[in-house]
């Protein structure tokens, strides 16, 4: 199977590493940039180019991963060119298959997907929905890539706003959750270092107890929180500063502002 990425930014160059460390050769990235692509050949040792009509040629998956403001001006350069044996995967935020199905000829299976930030290190999770033309075969295409920099789940489009809330926008959350305990750290005395070194691995180890112990959230908040004991005293602040609700409202207004996005609107 033969992979084009047309577009080489943060998505599209963590896709290319993750499928080249998969030992997959059939590639072809691209880049407005001369020397973009010259950079990437070299770091990766893949064919680059920034014709993007010679790199869909013989594609069987061509990726869309330039910026959702540039969509538009890739496929009137490409859209023509592509054919219903090809499969087109979207990975650009907030833009329906709709969309991009009225610019490519009738029957080009599109599946449109949302991987977040932490693709570049292989940790990603990716919503993936299927356009109107697209099967199992074009879903399980996508799903190879895809799987290239971390997990995927298979949802109907109309989750893919909540997709974009929960998990696109989620690394943010994560950050500013983190942020904040740095900086309680400091004022408890600790060095930013210190801070900083504690806050991410307890992070890190926390998602993977939950992950790879298949444990339920509140069954891990019970088992650090003893009967009167330091955490009980923590959660009873964060319960009465409304944290949940917060949480909520915040994780809604993104779900809101994707909805916007996807329909035009600035």
Request: hydrophobic letters at 45%.
């Amino acid at each position: 199977m033969r992979i084009a990425i047309l577009g080489a930014g943060r998505i599209g160059e963590s896709l290319l590493a993750g499928l080249r460390s998969s030992d997959w050769a059939d590639l072809v990235v691209t880049s407005r940039r001369e020397e973009r692509v010259a950079e990437l050949h070299e770091r990766h040792g893949v064919e680059a180019t920034t014709d993007n009509a010679k790199a869909i040629a013989g594609a069987d998956v061509v990726v869309l991963a330039v910026k959702p403001q540039d969509i538009e001006a890739l496929l009137t350069e490409v859209g023509s060119s592509l054919t219903a044996e090809q499969t087109v995967l979207s990975v650009a935020a907030a833009i329906t298959t709709a969309v991009i199905e009225r610019q490519l000829p009738d029957g080009v299976p599109v599946v449109r997907s949302m991987p977040n930030t932490p693709s570049t290190v292989h940790e990603g999770i990716a919503g993936m929905c299927a356009g109107t033309h697209a099967t199992a075969e074009h879903m399980q295409r996508a799903n190879t890539v895809l799987r290239a920099v971390g997990d995927v789940v298979e949802v109907p489009e109309s989750a893919m706003d909540a997709i974009t809330a929960v998990s696109g926008s989620g690394p943010a959350y994560y950050a500013l959750l983190a942020e904040a305990m740095i900086e309680a750290g400091l004022l408890l005395g600790l060095s930013r270092e210190i801070s900083t070194r504690l806050v991410v691995q307890t992070m890190l180890g926390t998602a993977k107890l939950l992950r790879d112990e298949h444990m339920h959230p509140v069954e891990l908040r019970e088992m650090v929180t003893s009967p009167g004991g330091t955490t009980t005293r923590a959660i009873r602040e964060l319960e009465q500063a409304g944290i949940r609700a917060a949480f909520l409202n915040a994780i809604n207004a993104a779900m809101e502002r994707s909805k916007e996005l996807a329909r035009g609107e600035e």
